[in-house]
């Protein structure tokens, strides 16, 4: 088949039959009342299946031209001045505390025992690094219908050892960045912004639009299927600091003090002339740590997805905002017995999902509604742990009353365990699929 092409032949032949093969096999048709409908799916075509392809082709396997691409593109993007591909949004929220950890930031580093202000209502990866490393989270209360942090509880969470705020945008909906950024900046804290369920939202700052992720000093972001968009593993760490970049980039890659990307040697040209540490004089820079790191990388195949995947972001965010003003509207004549979700102040929201608390004395349970809708194939989510206190991972930090602390009470959070869910709002949804899930609703909450 090859015989008479050259290398870059064979590829183009490659690459279209890929996109051959796509339409004929992947590409989906229109939804059919009665078809499954997940909270949330991948969206792609022809180019991410090219892109992979033409990754593997290649064979480099561990990060590469593709990896460089899609860091300077996210990078554009978000307008901020770095960005770093991880393997997961977990692997992203890990590398963001540590780098707060670092004896670079001197007085301001993190130490064990010092305290981080966060929420117990969300995804356990975003206090995990704080109890792994040995921090101190402290608990405060959100608000509903937002479902975000209280920022009126915040100076009571304040102590002399707090050190930092790290919260997520939940499910999309910007926390009040404005109040918290200005409370970090009078403490002295350091605000690491957890944009996992919230990639293309944006946040009126400065008189003009900025992307969530990109004010705070540190922003995540997870490329894990269900998410904005996806390269099946990965996530990033983006930063406009220079030092926390520098100190980030050390710890994804096992600690070391070298800049040299995989297959590059000697890019400082002093590679063995240099004094680090009490190794010996000339010690091959390549092998010298400055931190205690990990290998937090992602792979070119995942990157080369990620790259078309980014292209298509705008568009994205512009169908999970249709999809969530369509069922908030379909669902107003429920506001009896539901507790509908509102956007924060001062923002345009790229929703991960649509969430719905049913209220006290309704006549009606979250269990009751839930069954139903999955009863009808209608797939539904809690926001996350609930309340993460509550569950296995803190019976022993619980039970001896130790390793974390709470400002206040937790009474919207353990509303949001006992009667939060929330259904999907991704952009492969259309109209139709809309209509279903708002009329099982409906149905289920007038029966």
Not at 281 to 293: I, R, T
Not at 325 to 354: C, Q, T
Request: glycine content about 8%; aromatic content about 10%; proline content about 4%.
């Amino acid at each position: 088949m090859f015989n008479d092409m050259n290398e870059k032949q064979a590829r183009q032949s490659i690459l279209k039959t890929v996109g051959e093969y796509y339409k004929k096999f992947h590409e989906k048709s229109d939804y059919k009342n009665g078809d499954r409908i997940p909270y949330a799916s991948r969206v792609y075509d022809e180019k991410e299946m090219q892109n992979l392809v033409d990754s593997s082709l290649e064979f480099w396997l561990t990060a590469g031209r593709y990896a460089q691409k899609f860091e300077s593109a996210l990078a554009e993007y978000l307008g901020i001045k770095y960005a770093l591909l991880v393997n997961s949004g977990s692997s992203a929220n890990l590398l963001a505390f540590m780098t707060l950890t670092s004896p670079l930031l001197g007085i301001r580093a993190v130490k064990r025992g010092d305290e981080v202000i966060t929420v117990a209502a969300g995804f356990p990866t975003t206090i995990a690094p704080l109890i792994q490393f040995g921090a101190v989270p402290v608990f405060v209360d959100v608000a509903i219908p937002q479902y975000n942090i209280d920022t009126n509880l915040m100076k009571k969470a304040l102590s002399p050892r707090t050190k930092a705020v790290m919260i997520a945008h939940t499910l999309g909906n910007p926390f009040d960045l404005q109040t918290v950024k200005n409370f970090c900046d009078e403490n002295k804290l350091w605000l690491i912004e957890d944009n996992c369920d919230a990639l293309g939202s944006e946040y009126m700052h400065g008189g003009s639009w900025k992307f969530t992720g990109t004010l705070g000093d540190i922003g995540t972001s997870s490329f894990y299927p269900p998410h904005h968009m996806t390269m099946g593993e990965g996530g990033a760490v983006y930063t406009a600091d220079p030092l926390l970049y520098k100190i980030a980039a050390s710890m994804r890659d096992w600690g070391r003090d070298c800049k040299c990307t995989s297959g590059q040697d000697n890019l400082c040209g002093r590679r063995f002339d240099g004094q680090f540490g009490e190794l010996p004089a000339g010690y091959d820079h390549k092998y010298v740590y400055s931190h205690f790191g990990y290998n937090l990388k992602a792979t070119d195949m995942q990157a080369a997805i990620g790259c078309a995947q980014l292209e298509k972001m705008p568009s994205f965010a512009q169908r999970r905002r249709h999809n969530w003003e369509y069922l908030r509207k379909k669902l107003d004549v429920l506001s009896d017995k539901l507790i509908l979700p509102e956007k924060a102040g001062n923002s345009k929201p790229s929703w991960f999902g649509f969430l719905i608390t049913v209220r006290e004395n309704s006549g009606i349970s979250r269990e009751k509604i839930v069954r139903h809708l999955e009863s009808k194939g209608i797939q539904t989510r809690m926001l996350f742990a609930g309340n993460i206190i509550k569950h296995p991972c803190f019976d022993e930090m619980r039970k001896a009353k130790y390793g974390y602390r709470i400002a206040g009470d937790l009474t919207n959070t353990d509303m949001i365990m006992n009667n939060t869910f929330w259904i999907g709002v991704y952009p492969g949804m259309n109209d139709g699929m809309l209509d279903t899930m708002t009329n099982e609703i409906q149905a289920i909450c007038r029966e």
